[in-house]
């Protein structure tokens, strides 16, 4: 006698009546979540958010202040979120997002041998592009942008001044040419920065013993 196989997918047609007990019952199951709704998403390093005020009465380490840690992507989002945008600090504020163990000074081992490509922003493009700008830095750091080259990297600065605000990428190594050129390449294809625009990397030591406008770039990207 032949098997006769039936098919998995069956439409009953028998109507089945509501139960609204049932309903009820199963209104009150708890939903269980997807392990992707609540595990958090590790990000490759710890970071630390620093806060600069320049207050004259007290000196220059005492007025900075950090913030809080984070290593993960939703951290960071949630930190971000209840800070305020950099285009709302007062004149002579920083922010400073350094890897966790790294001073954002150049006195700190990592960097006083390092140096920083430099984002100068003249004063209309503080509210056109400064929040675009620094977010966008923030988001290359955390996310390893840099290839080969994310050990180079320390940190971010940005410098709220009256004349004309400044974003840095400081890496821990000036005299590493090709980790420098490559991280200052990549960092102005990211901020957008047109290929006519110029920005310099710069030493530590040279920026400390010279004004800024003095301070020769030792890169170009």
């Given at each position: 006698?032949?098997?006769?196989?039936?098919?998995?997918?069956?439409?009953?047609?028998?109507?089945?009546?509501?139960?609204?007990?049932?309903?009820?019952?199963?209104?009150?199951?708890?939903?269980?979540?997807?392990?992707?709704?609540?595990?958090?998403?590790?990000?490759?390093?710890?970071?630390?958010?620093?806060?600069?005020k320049n207050d004259k009465?007290?000196?220059?380490?005492?007025?900075?202040?950090?913030?809080?840690?984070?290593?993960?992507?939703?951290?960071?989002?949630?930190?971000?979120?209840?800070?305020?945008?950099?285009?709302?600090?007062?004149?002579?504020?920083?922010?400073?997002?350094?890897?966790?163990?790294?001073?954002?000074?150049?006195?700190?081992?990592?960097?006083?041998?390092?140096?920083?490509?430099?984002?100068?922003?003249?004063?209309?493009?503080?509210?056109?592009?400064?929040?675009?700008?620094?977010?966008?830095?923030?988001?290359?750091?955390?996310?390893?942008?840099?290839?080969?080259?994310?050990d180079d990297v320390c940190?971010?600065?940005?410098?709220?001044?009256?004349?004309?605000?400044?974003?840095?990428?400081?890496?821990?190594?000036?005299?590493?040419?090709?980790?420098?050129?490559?991280?200052?390449?990549?960092?102005?294809?990211?901020?957008?920065?047109?290929?006519?625009?110029?920005?310099?990397?710069?030493?530590?030591?040279?920026?400390?013993?010279?004004?800024?406008?003095?301070?020769?770039?030792?890169?170009?990207?």
């Open positions: 006698m032949a098997t006769v196989l039936l098919p998995l997918c069956v439409k009953v047609s028998t109507p089945v009546p509501p139960n609204p007990e049932m309903e009820i019952c199963e209104a009150n199951i708890p939903k269980v979540l997807s392990p992707e709704s609540y595990i958090k998403h590790p990000l490759q390093n710890r970071w630390a958010l620093w806060f600069f009465s007290k000196t220059w380490q005492a007025n900075l202040r950090l913030i809080s840690k984070f290593d993960t992507v939703e951290d960071f989002w949630a930190l971000y979120n209840h800070i305020q945008l950099s285009s709302n600090l007062m004149s002579g504020c920083d922010y400073a997002l350094f890897k966790d163990g790294i001073e954002p000074m150049w006195e700190d081992e990592r960097n006083h041998r390092g140096g920083r490509w430099l984002i100068t922003l003249s004063k209309h493009q503080r509210k056109a592009d400064l929040d675009r700008f620094w977010l966008e830095t923030l988001l290359c750091l955390i996310g390893e942008a840099f290839d080969d080259h994310n940190g971010a600065v940005i410098n709220v001044r009256a004349k004309g605000d400044k974003i840095a990428v400081w890496t821990t190594e000036y005299d590493n040419k090709e980790a420098v050129t490559h991280i200052g390449r990549v960092y102005k294809e990211k901020l957008g920065v047109p290929t006519k625009v110029i920005i310099g990397y710069q030493s530590h030591a040279d920026t400390a013993t010279k004004s800024g406008s003095l301070t020769k770039n030792k890169f170009v990207a």
